[in-house]
């Protein structure tokens, strides 16, 4: 999702700004640019749709000691250099903007009858020209900014420099994010600290109706009211070390074989000999837990299938349970029970309809908010009551893979912690919690023993290169499994994939079966293992090709119509961590016969800072 890198020096900030938008590429985009005022004073603008690179081949000549720079993920016109940013009016100013300016349509119509010629068709064009009008009225640059915001409806993250002030790089937020990174002799702007991790450790974080002007050796930031305001200092723990590929072909190849390392990290330091560790959680963890009575979770894409897990450790452990969709939960009403504590999931912890949602439920009662998240110096996690990090370490794949894992591994944990209030004090450890225990401390190498089966997978994938639809089957808490399988493999390799819970085959999807349309399913060898396989006896019988990852005591063999790849036996709590990692792979494989680019699918983006 768009990027925002920009930079106010004594030396040329063009390296620093397309290193920047590199280091923001794994958020996903379509089209990049900079703008950069030369010592000449002329505002240099360069802009190309694709790779960031493409950029930089173009930006050779750039040089300035201030400038902005923007990785554009389309939402108001197509992807094209017109409307990639930075946007400029009368060659005068420059703008890069992520967010949405609802009030675009009205501005331009104004616009355009004071003279004002349209290149593009953003949504942010509006801003620079509105800045540019407040400049041509005698106000400076601040001032000028300081105007334009106070008309503009909708999200703004907002970087500004003007040849008219060569020196000055305006920076305002209002529900995009922007942090100012600080620097010896030399200051940034950033949507995202890992764009300015070589270059500055010390950052501070916007708020909500903040405005910044930052100059080389100056940063002053004012609240909506125009006070001139202090934010705190942050040290950012962000480092290159997570950025490199180590031989493997793809970012989301290495993130899957991490695995095994990731859910080691996640559990690291929160398991004793026969119990969850809940003080590890934060000095809140246990006066959150026993205020909680039932639980609302909220979260996006792969982050909401893990909700969807866990609901069912949730509600097997007595705990009540809801689940939603970010965009649909903030966009109705709601009855909150006392005691509901209110949970959200991301991994990026920037998603805005998630961020939207937890910012609603604060004014609505929930007597405290979570957040699982896997970046510490997100907004979501400085916006909650307590949060639990998932310890994944970066992931780069836009398709998520360890970032799931270790989100199910940690509310398997959170499970536990509330199960025990619902069975006894909340303080004593019952047999089942200290079984629990040894599930999720065997669950790391039990990845070990997935991950071998890849060369089997590798052989199944070749059945879905000429495919353009697949089923993914599931029951219980693999339902939400053969979801996350479903999606992994319409996300990277752009097959047509829809889940099923299994039972549900009979009622709709059953009339898609033929011997074009290849059936995944998870068998994993629980209570549902005989209904499961009545349901994938119906897709024999209807000429269908069945692809399944069966325990090996399931029963299930390998036959014309089906091939099965067996899964070791694993207790049924962590076997829905398990059989997600062959669907991964699955998915991986196939993509790579598809020859799609497997770490940046086209139209998506990792960190979705738009509605
Ligand atoms: C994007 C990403 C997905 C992710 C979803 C929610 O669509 O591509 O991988 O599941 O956003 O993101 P979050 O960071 O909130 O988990």
Not at 192 to 211: C, F, H, N, T
């Amino acid at each position: 999702m768009c990027g925002i890198v920009g930079a106010a020096s004594s030396r040329d900030v063009t390296p620093i700004l397309i290193d920047g938008l590199k280091r923001l590429e794994y958020r996903g985009y379509d089209s990049a640019g900079l703008a950069v005022i030369s010592s000449e004073e002329e505002l240099d603008l360069r802009r190309s749709v694709g790779r960031v690179v493409n950029l930089e081949k173009i930006s050779g000549s750039v040089s300035g000691s201030i400038g902005v720079a923007h990785t554009r993920w389309a939402t108001h016109g197509r992807p094209a250099e017109h409307n990639a940013h930075p946007h400029t009016s009368s060659s005068q100013v420059a703008v890069v903007h992520n967010g949405i300016i609802e009030n675009h349509q009205d501005l331009r119509a104004i616009q355009k009858e004071q003279g004002f010629p349209f290149s593009s068709e953003t949504d942010t064009e509006v801003i620079v020209h509105q800045i540019d009008w407040h400049m041509q009225q005698g106000k400076d640059l601040f001032k000028a900014v300081q105007s334009t915001i106070s008309e503009l409806h909708g999200a703004y993250g907002l970087g500004v420099v003007s040849k008219q002030e060569p020196g000055v790089l305006i920076a305002a937020r209002s529900g995009s994010p922007l942090l100012i990174g600080l620097g010896e002799n030399e200051n940034f702007i950033a949507s995202d600290m890992s764009a300015l991790i070589p270059v500055s450790k010390r950052y501070m974080v916007m708020e909500d109706g903040d405005i910044a002007r930052v100059t080389s050796d100056s940063v002053e930031i004012f609240d909506a009211s125009g006070n001139p305001v202090e934010r705190k200092i942050i040290v950012s723990t962000l480092s290159d070390d997570e950025t490199e590929l180590e031989g493997f072909a793809h970012f989301m190849k290495k993130e899957i074989h991490e695995q095994t390392r990731a859910i080691t990290e996640t559990l690291e330091g929160r398991l004793g000999s026969d119990s969850v560790l809940e003080l590890a959680f934060g000095e809140q963890a246990r006066e959150i837990f026993d205020a909680t009575k039932e639980l609302k979770i909220i979260a996006c894409g792969t982050s909401y299938y893990a909700a969807s897990v866990a609901r069912y450790w949730f509600e097997e452990f007595g705990i009540k349970c809801d689940i939603e969709i970010a965009s649909e939960y903030r966009y109705r009403k709601h009855v909150v029970n006392p005691g509901t504590l209110f949970l959200t999931i991301s991994q990026s912890g920037e998603t805005l309809d998630t961020m939207a949602a937890l910012e609603m439920a604060k004014t609505l009662g929930y007597s405290n908010t979570l957040c699982i998240c896997n970046v510490p110096e997100s907004s979501l996690v400085r916006a909650s009551d307590l949060t639990i990090f998932t310890h994944a370490g970066r992931e780069i794949g836009v398709a998520s893979t360890k970032a799931f894992t270790t989100q199910l591994v940690t509310l398997l944990m959170v499970a536990i912690c509330l199960r025990r209030r619902m069975v006894g004090d909340g303080r004593s450890i019952d047999s089942m919690e200290t079984e629990i225990v040894q599930e999720l401390r065997s669950l790391p190498k039990q990845i070990e023993t997935v991950l071998d089966l890849e060369e089997q997978i590798i052989a199944m994938s070749k059945h879905f290169g000429t495919k353009e639809h697949a089923l993914f089957l599931g029951r219980g808490a693999h339902f939400p499994i053969a979801m996350e399988g479903a999606l992994k493999l319409k996300e990277i390799s752009y097959i047509h994939a829809e889940a099923y819970a299994a039972g549900e085959l009979k009622h709709g999807p059953l009339a898609l079966i033929d011997e074009d349309m290849p059936v995944v399913a998870v068998a994993p060898n629980d209570e549902l293992l005989e209904k499961l396989k009545s349901n994938l006896e119906e897709v024999r019988a209807r000429g269908g090709k069945l692809f399944v990852f069966a325990d090996v005591d399931s029963g299930l063999v390998t036959d014309e119509e089906t091939m099965v790849i067996n899964v070791a036996p694993v207790h049924s709590h962590i076997a829905p961590v398990l059989y997600v990692v062959p669907l991964q792979l699955l998915a991986y494989h196939v993509a790579l016969i598809k020859g799609t680019d497997i770490d940046k699918p086209r139209n998506l983006a990792k960190s979705v800072t738009v509605e």
